[in-house]
T-cell receptor
Framework: DTGVSQNPRHKITKRGQNVTFRCDPI?????LYWYRQTLGQGPEFLTY????????KSRLLSDRFSAERPKGSFSTLEIQRTEQGDSAMYLC??????????????FGEGSWLTVV | AQTVTQSQPEMSVQEAETVTLSCTYD???????LFWYKQPPSRQMILVIR??????QNATENRFSVNFQKAAKSFSLKISDSQLGDAAMYFC??????????????FGSGTQLTVLP
């Protein structure tokens, strides 16, 4: 088990361009989360999947943001028409189900986005 | 809505000494989970310790232990025998139980811990 994997790790893009991040969760984890973290702050929840179903979205997830998890495995987070305010680290996390797991959420290393 | 407050933006500790990081939270739930995560400069969020609210016993993981005061809604982290590798940003986080919505973590703003040699 290699943990939650995210790529690219760093992305620099011009304002107005679209970017896509990919997350591969820990195998057999059916829950997947996206968070956004800016410097000096704690992560903020964006959205959550159980298998392929997107069950919850934060108000932070504007219309320019879309997330998918086809087939309930990897997930993508796309940001359209990027703005400088989108510059942040985007964290992916996954968790298993079941009481024995203790509801622990495991994080990836994050994808840094810089919009210039 | 649940909120998590970490009132110490920065803390420092001498190597081999003990330090306590504070966290308070606000919730109307009786059952929930609390976590401490560590985020070193590499930025990966690493789980340090977790506590189930229904358990009265404080969680312990090697040099890390918590002081969970449910009535006071307080969840502090104690690091004993501090090591240079403990230097990181520490986040306190709250999570509702699995049933229902809002299964995500709510994080505090973090405490930057410096370990002095």
């Amino acid at each position: 088990d290699t943990g939650v994997s995210q790529n690219p790790r760093h992305k620099i893009t011009k304002r107005g361009q679209n970017v896509t991040f990919r997350c591969d969760p820990i195998s057999e984890h059916n829950r997947l989360y996206w968070y956004r973290q800016t410097l000096g702050q704690g992560p903020e929840f964006l959205t959550y999947f159980q298998n392929e179903a997107q069950l919850e979205k934060s108000r932070l997830l504007s219309d320019r943001f879309s997330a998918e998890r086809p087939k309930g495995s990897f997930s993508t987070l796309e940001i359209q028409r990027t703005e400088q305010g989108d510059s942040a680290m985007y964290l992916c996390a996954s968790s298993p189900t079941g009481i024995k797991t203790g509801n622990t959420i495991y994080f990836g290393e994050g994808s840094w986005l810089t919009v210039v | 809505a649940q909120t998590v407050t970490q009132s110490q933006p920065e803390m420092s500790v001498q190597e081999a000494e003990t330090v306590t990081l504070s966290c308070t939270y606000d919730t109307s739930e009786s059952d929930y989970y609390l976590f401490w995560y560590k985020q070193p400069p590499s930025r990966q969020m690493i789980l340090v310790i977790r506590q189930e609210a229904y358990k009265q016993q404080n969680a312990t993981e090697n040099r890390f232990s918590v002081n969970f005061q449910k009535a006071a809604k307080s969840f502090s982290l104690k690091i004993s025998d501090s090591q240079l590798g403990d230097a990181a940003m520490y986040f306190c986080a709250y999570r509702r139980p699995s049933s229902g919505s809002a299964r995500q973590l709510t994080f505090g703003s973090g405490t930057q811990l410096t370990v002095l040699p």
